[in-house]
């Protein structure tokens, strides 16, 4: 795989109303990583950072920690979707470099931007055309009304056609349909229920044949990030990574303003004045750990 930094567009996940409710905590699980909970919009926008979380979906890249500048944030490997941490820069440089290499080659690179009581994604995932890509996926939704669900599907898989979700048992009556690379990642109040995802074969003599089909439950009062990805195991070309998110009511807020907060920033700043896209000049020497031999 050729590793490329572009177009770290922040992809909106719907509008948000400025006279909408804050969002308290968010309780946090995914297919690999175990359980965590973000702080609130109100403590975070006091604090004055960003919650930010990293999914890793390129099945090809080696195991990479994860840097905000010089400083090493998280490790990740194919399908990891980290909790989320607190960022305290406004714009910031994120690399992936192969694990346990700090001073190895930059697999992927970029400079993105936050804002302070705002949740984000920040993906690397495959182009199109195969190269690498970060975007930032604005994380900001409310909890979905009484006994509804909220679903949202991204598709990042370049050999995968469309993809649709139907009920189990009724393909007559699709939930979401039509989604494909580039699609906006928008969230969508569904009934809870079970279902079915579909991956389309690409090109158009096979758009009657199905590529993946995969089964999930949706739960009301939860949101729901469905990734179709490409696969990692030989027969199983494409692949989904489940992330749920619970947003608990906003708490009235109590800011201590005595005395200054002694927190130290979580992003290193750097000059910002040309925010291109860069990547390594190496990127390509960087190749998953032989584990074959112990």
């Given at each position: 795989m050729r590793f490329r930094a572009i177009g770290?567009?922040?992809?909106?996940?719907g509008m948000v109303v400025a006279c909408q409710q804050s969002q308290g905590p968010v309780r946090t699980t995914s297919d690999k990583t175990k359980a965590s909970t973000a702080a609130g919009e109100d403590e975070t926008k006091n604090e004055g950072v960003a919650q930010v979380r990293i999914v890793q979906a390129i099945p090809?890249?080696?195991k990479a920690d994860v840097f905000t500048g010089d400083r090493?944030?998280?490790t990740v490997d194919f399908g990891t979707v980290t909790p989320y941490k607190a960022v305290a820069e406004q714009r910031f440089t994120i690399a992936l470099k192969p694990a346990d290499q700090p001073d190895g080659p930059v697999m992927i690179q970029a400079k993105e931007?936050?804002?302070?009581?705002?949740?984000?994604?920040?993906l690397a995932a495959p182009d199109k055309?195969?190269?690498a890509k970060i975007d930032v996926i604005s994380?900001?939704?409310p909890a979905p009304a009484a006994g509804k669900a909220k679903l949202r599907v991204i598709d990042v898989a370049p050999q995968a056609g469309?993809?649709?979700i139907y009920p189990q048992g009724d393909k007559k009556h699709a939930i979401v349909d039509n989604i494909d690379m580039g699609s906006p990642a928008s969230y969508r109040e569904v009934d809870p229920s079970a279902v079915t995802i579909e991956v389309k074969a690409k090109g158009d003599a096979a758009q009657k044949g199905t590529l993946a089909s995969h089964e999930e439950t949706l739960e009301a009062g939860k949101l729901y990030t469905l990734?179709?990805?490409s696969g990692e195991k030989a027969g199983k070309p494409v692949d989904v990574i489940k992330i749920v998110d619970q947003v608990a009511p906003a708490q009235a807020a109590v800011v201590d303003t005595s005395k200054a907060s002694g927190k130290q920033p979580a992003i290193q700043r750097e000059d910002y004045d040309n925010p291109d896209y860069e990547i390594h000049p190496d990127a390509d020497t960087a190749k998953p750990k032989d584990t074959s031999k112990k």
């Open positions: 770290g567009a922040v992809l909106a996940a090809e890249a080696p090493k944030q998280w931007g936050v804002d302070a009581g705002h949740r984000y994604t920040i055309d195969g190269a994380d900001d939704e469309t993809v649709d990734l179709v990805v």
